[in-house]
């Protein structure tokens, strides 16, 4: 294999992983926030901020997978 092939697959890898887990852990994290509004409505604003914080964090690992990946392909 070639350079280009294995910067090919490291780039591949790199988003594949950086992009499934923070797609299962938003989905955890509203799954979560639901099922906590549904069993205390009244506290459904404080939820609703840590959820959405939480989901931003999650997120994030997305975006620096997604540098990491645009790093590989073009620099390295």
Do not use: C, H
Not at 14 to 27: D, E
């Amino acid at each position: 294999m070639d350079i280009n092939s294995v910067r090919l697959l490291a780039t591949f890898g790199v988003m594949a992983i950086g992009s499934i887990a923070p797609a299962f852990a938003i989905g955890w994290i509203g799954s979560k926030a639901v099922e906590s509004i549904a069993r205390n409505p009244e506290a459904s604003s404080k939820v609703q901020t840590m959820a959405l914080l939480a989901i931003v964090f999650a997120e994030a690992v997305a975006i620096y997978a997604l540098v990491v990946a645009l790093i590989l392909k073009f620099v390295a």
